[in-house]
């Protein structure tokens, strides 16, 4: 039975409980980019709390770069803007940050800051991919696209390669599936870009 020697005690260790807490969950942007310049490790901020993220299958990353670098011919040829690489950090929210990195990302040329060093992105990309691993649990997956779309972005790409298929979702709410006999487009986002999903998924 508690005592009342005892409760002054216990409210002090609860204090401390939630000092701690608030600690490890008060991360700034600021604070992930010097975590992430001292490790190997690849994170993510979510409100405030440093998330680590495991390395990405070598499968993953041959899925990435396939597209990513046809929409990077695509945007150069065409001075549409900058495409991303994996680990670009997009800061979405402050005060509790929020800092998240999609797998290929697409920003047009009016949004690009004249200079922004080495901070993260101001802003959400105005086009996501994320690549679906073995690995990733489906609400995972659905709690970032809802998050991209939520804070701007205009199209979210999620390239499934078990089914051989990329899911569209849109700012407006709308989504359509493009199977592998498909061609993945860029509409007014990525104006022109146009890809055959079998040159994607090949072997």
């Given at each position: 039975?508690?005592?009342?020697?005892?409760?002054?005690?216990?409210?002090?260790?609860?204090?401390?409980?939630?000092?701690?807490?608030?600690?490890?969950?008060?991360?700034?942007?600021?604070?992930?980019?010097?975590?992430?310049?001292?490790?190997?490790?690849?994170?993510?901020?979510?409100?405030?709390?440093?998330?680590?993220?495991?390395?990405?299958?070598?499968?993953?990353?041959?899925?990435?770069?396939?597209?990513?670098?046809r929409m990077l011919l695509h945007a150069e040829d065409n001075d549409l803007g900058f495409v991303f690489a994996a680990e670009t950090g997009f800061q979405l929210t402050t005060k509790p940050d929020t800092v998240r990195a999609p797998d290929v990302a697409f920003v047009g040329k009016e949004?690009?800051?004249?200079?922004?060093?080495?901070?993260?992105?101001?802003?959400?990309?105005?086009?996501?991919?994320?690549?679906?691993?073995?690995?990733?649990?489906?609400?995972?997956?659905?709690?970032?696209?809802?998050?991209?779309?939520?804070?701007?972005?205009?199209?979210?790409?999620?390239?499934?390669?078990?089914?051989?298929?990329?899911?569209?979702?849109?700012?407006?709410?709308?989504?359509?599936?493009?199977?592998?006999?498909?061609?993945?487009?860029?509409?007014?986002?990525?104006?022109?870009?146009?890809?055959?999903?079998?040159?994607?998924?090949?072997?």
């Amino acid at each position: 039975m508690q005592t009342i020697v005892d409760a002054p005690v216990k409210i002090q260790q609860e204090k401390k409980m939630r000092q701690a807490v608030a600690k490890v969950a008060g991360k700034t942007a600021a604070d992930l980019l010097r975590v992430s310049a001292d490790s190997s490790h690849r994170y993510e901020l979510i409100q405030g709390k440093i998330i680590t993220m495991s390395p990405a299958s070598y499968k993953h990353g041959v899925f990435a770069m396939r597209l990513g670098g046809r929409m990077l011919l695509h945007a150069e040829d065409n001075d549409l803007g900058f495409v991303f690489a994996a680990e670009t950090g997009f800061q979405l929210t402050t005060k509790p940050d929020t800092v998240r990195a999609p797998d290929v990302a697409f920003v047009g040329k009016e949004r690009i800051p004249s200079s922004s060093g080495f901070s993260y992105f101001p802003g959400a990309p105005d086009l996501a991919v994320e690549v679906v691993s073995p690995g990733d649990r489906a609400d995972e997956v659905q709690d970032k696209v809802q998050t991209w779309l939520h804070h701007g972005t205009k199209l979210v790409w999620v390239v499934e390669p078990k089914t051989q298929t990329v899911t569209i979702f849109r700012l407006d709410g709308s989504a359509a599936v493009v199977k592998v006999d498909g061609v993945l487009d860029g509409e007014d986002v990525l104006p022109g870009f146009r890809y055959a999903l079998a040159k994607l998924f090949t072997e």
